[in-house]
């Protein structure tokens, strides 16, 4: 769930379902094999990330913590 809004996948990036291992590997080993796509990504995350203002995506990462700090100390 954090940054999940940042993420245009297969285009910017992919987003994976929380606790898919397998969706989680498979992407990264996709990134590490195809340098074109990588780079491609690469340059696609960096615009499509500038039209977000940086106060809302930092309330909404302030937001994912204090989620997963409330679930892990209970």
Known sequence: GCSGHL???GVNGFACHEH???AFFDSTLCLVLDDVRRKSMSQEGRPFS???EKRSVCKKMLE????V???CYF
Not at 64 to 67: D, L, P, Q, V
């Open 7 to 9: 993420v245009n996948h």
């Open 20 to 22: 898919d291992l397998d």
């Open 50 to 52: 500038l039209q977000f």
């Open 64 to 67: 994912n913590y204090s989620t």
């Open 69 to 71: 700090t409330d679930e």
